[in-house]
């Protein structure tokens, strides 16, 4: 299975190419953890998948080279053209992963193929009717209240009850950036079951995890602190019932006895008290 580096490194080349030969950044920058989902998506649908691209101007052809790269993507497809400069760097960049004749301009022709496509959530009805895809990737999505294509997003999932609405961020608290949405058509239904099941495996079980390991460091924190109120009462204790506390901790046996009952970090905390109460 691809790690998050991997399944993100080509599209990272395509910036660097872009910022260093263009001098260009890309509007929409697809992000490594939306990259990985979409990937883990995509390996769980049953067919051989057509994308139109509705982001290649903004995302500078990042999103095509993202679909470009899927096994299960057999052809993707650019609405918008790109600059002449970007166009080269793209075609130069598909060439060195021997996907240069995946990618076409203009729309798809009809087959025996699921279709999907990247969009940005503006005038998203028009798209759908005009296309009629399986499925539909937005980005970037924002928060509920502030994201335009969130809201487009829901009033079409709400008048049209065949399609169901993902927010990845939604999935799991480890995915709570993302800016990925994924809208899907009731028959893809078991491969949303997959998918999400997946994601819960690869990603709530660590969460799970960490937070038993914060909780645990907690709760080592406050025994840490009452050890430490317990030693201050120690060291008080013994300065008011034995003056002479220095003879006592150098005695031989009572030295044993104290290096063998109590553990280094505590003995190194009584002697830095001791230090500051006493001077030596």
């Known amino acids: 299975m691809e790690s998050l580096y991997s399944s993100y490194q080509p599209i990272q080349v395509m910036i660097d190419l872009l910022a260093s030969s263009a001098n260009q950044q890309p509007l929409i920058t697809p992000s490594p953890i939306d990259i990985y989902v979409f990937n883990l998506f995509i390996q769980t649908l049953p067919k051989p998948i057509v994308l139109t ?6 995302s500078q052809g990042t999103t095509a080279v993202a679909a470009a790269i899927q096994k299960k993507i057999i052809r993707v497809h650019m609405l918008q053209d790109l600059p002449t400069a970007q166009k080269d760097i793209l075609q130069q960049h598909l060439q060195k992963y021997l996907i240069m004749e995946k990618v076409h301009d203009g729309q798809p022709a009809v087959g025996q193929w699921m279709h999907a496509i990247w969009h ?25 209240g502030a994201s335009d294509a969130l809201a487009n997003a829901i009033l079409y999932c709400q008048a049209n009850v065949a399609f169901r609405l ?26 949303v079951d997959r998918f999400t099941e997946r994601v ?32 201050d009462e120690m060291i008080h204790y013994h300065l008011e019932g034995y003056p002479h506390i220095e003879s006592l901790l150098n005695g031989g046996f009572i030295q044993t006895i104290y290096h063998r ?20």
């Open 120 to 144: 940005s959530g503006e005038d998203l009805s028009t798209a759908i009717a005009h296309n009629a895809p399986d499925l539909i990737f937005l980005m970037p999505v924002g928060p509920v």
């Open 261 to 280: 009952l109590v553990p280094v970090e505590r003995r190194l905390k009584l002697r830095e008290i001791r230090v500051n109460l006493l001077g030596w």
């Open 166 to 191: 993902i927010l990845v961020r939604e999935l799991s608290p480890f995915l709570a950036k993302s800016q990925l949405a994924i809208m899907c058509h009731s028959n893809l239904e078991p491969s």
């Open 200 to 231: 819960e495996g690869l990603f709530n079980g660590n969460f799970d995890f960490s937070q038993l390991l914060e909780k645990q460091l907690q709760a080592e924190m406050r025994q840490s602190e009452k050890m430490i109120e317990t030693d």
């Open 53 to 58: 691209d509705y982001l290649a101007t903004a």
